[in-house]
C-alpha cells in the first residue's frame, strides 16, 4: 500500500506559478514510477506528466516547457513545478504511484489538490 498526499495547490494569475508536492509513505517510493494527471470541471481526468523509476520523464504537449516534473527519493516526494500558467490549467491535480509486477498493475491515488489560475 502506498498513501499519497498532495499539497502547494491555490488561487494564482496568469502568468504565474505554483509547485506542487506529493509525499508518498507505505511503500518502496524509488520503485514506482510517479504521475500528475488533472481534471477540470465537466471533463475527464488526463496524465499532465509521469517521472519513472528511473527518472525517465514525459509530458502532455499542453504543458511541455512550462512544467517539470522531479522526484527526491531520500524525501519519497515528487514535485510538478508549474510555470507560465493559464486559465486552462485550471483543475483538480491529482498525483498517482503506479507499479508493475509481473502481470499486476499497482495504482495508488491521491485525494487531489485544487489549482485555479484567474485573474
Known amino acids: 500500500q502506498v498513501q499519497l498526499k498532495e499539497s502547494g495547490g491555490g488561487l494564482v494569475q496568469p502568468g504565474g506559478s505554483l509547485r506542487l508536492s506529493c509525499a508518498a509513505s507505505?511503500?518502496?517510493?524509488?520503485?514506482?514510477?510517479m504521475g500528475w494527471y488533472r481534471q477540470a470541471p465537466g471533463k475527464q481526468r488526463e496524465l499532465v506528466a509521469i517521472?519513472?523509476?528511473?527518472?525517465?520523464?514525459t509530458y502532455v504537449d499542453s504543458v511541455k516547457g512550462r512544467f517539470t516534473i522531479s522526484r527526491d527519493n531520500a524525501k519519497n516526494t515528487v514535485y510538478l513545478q508549474m510555470n507560465s500558467l493559464r486559465p486552462e490549467d485550471t483543475a483538480v491535480y491529482y498525483c498517482?504511484?503506479?507499479?508493475?509486477?509481473?502481470?499486476?498493475?499497482?495504482?495508488?491515488w491521491g485525494q487531489g489538490t485544487q489549482v485555479t489560475v484567474s485573474s
Open positions: 507505505g511503500s518502496i517510493f524509488s520503485l514506482y514510477g
Open positions: 517521472i519513472s523509476s528511473s527518472s525517465t520523464t
Open positions: 498517482c504511484a503506479r507499479r508493475v509486477i509481473g502481470s499486476t498493475i499497482l495504482n495508488y
